[in-house]
């Protein structure tokens, strides 16, 4: 099962990179990594996707290594505003199942 | 906005009751998912369906059941309420219903059972 795994909590400070690791060691060969972000009391908002090698937007970056037993999450500059949980998702191997697990808070401070 | 729609925002009710939550997903998306999100705790997957039928099962209670309409809205039909089933329900919605799509989210009900 490509369950994941991804640390509890983190502290920036505005202006900062904030890189954020998620383990999916059991990931199968056709799953995508997507990440979400989401705000108290708010629904999780898409952030960004991608299957290998690095994936960037207007808003992150996305680091798979060849293995794709994890990934990074980049986000360059945070701000207050980015203070979150993020949430990193695979399949759960061939159900279509999804699996949020706990996500990271991150704490953006001034 | 997500374009997907939710209702009601709140509701409070006792132990023992019976509660409908609904939801209407972005135009043009055929698949809708629940998930509940008990207090500081992360999204569980309850159930999916994809134009009409059910497609995925996850951790859904038996007292618990949901089905999508012909026109697409769906609801989510919880019974025999206990205090643990205070939450945030959330429902998203996906064009095709694809592990790989984006799912957006609408804004969630939040479900106080007293």
């Known amino acids: 099962l490509a369950k994941t795994t991804q640390p509890i909590s983190m502290d920036s400070y505005e202006g900062q990179e904030v890189n954020i690791t998620c383990s999916h060691n059991?990931?199968?060969?056709?799953?995508?990594i997507t990440w979400y972000q989401q705000f108290p009391s708010q629904g999780p908002r898409f952030i960004i996707q991608?299957?290998?090698t690095k994936v960037t937007n207007e808003v992150a970056s996305l680091f798979i290594p060849a293995d794709r037993k994890s990934s990074t999450l980049s986000l360059p500059r945070v701000s207050l505003s980015d203070t979150a949980v993020y949430y990193c998702?695979?399949?759960?191997?061939?159900?279509?199942?999804?699996?949020f697990g706990s996500g990271t808070k991150l704490n953006v401070k001034p | 906005d997500s374009g997907v729609t939710q209702t009601p925002k709140h509701l409070i009710t006792a132990t023992g009751q019976r509660v409908t939550l609904r939801c209407s997903p972005r135009?043009?998306?055929?698949?809708v998912y629940w998930y509940q999100q008990s207090l500081d705790q992360g999204l569980q997957f309850l159930i999916q369906?994809?134009?009409?039928?059910?497609?995925a099962k996850g951790n859904i209670l038996e007292r618990f059941s949901a089905q999508q309409f012909p026109d697409l809205h769906s609801e989510l039909n919880l019974s025999s309420l206990e205090l643990g089933d205070s939450a945030l329900y959330f429902c998203?919605?996906?064009?095709?219903?694809?592990?790989?799509?984006?799912?957006?989210f609408g804004p969630g009900t939040r479900l106080l059972v007293l």
């Open positions: 998203a919605s996906s064009v095709e219903g694809d592990r790989q799509e984006t799912q957006y």
């Open positions: 059991n990931i199968a060969t056709n799953d995508y």
């Open positions: 991608g299957y290998k």
């Open positions: 998702l695979v399949g759960e191997g061939n159900f279509n199942k999804f699996y």
């Open positions: 135009s043009g998306d055929l698949s």
């Open positions: 369906y994809y134009n009409g039928e059910e497609r």
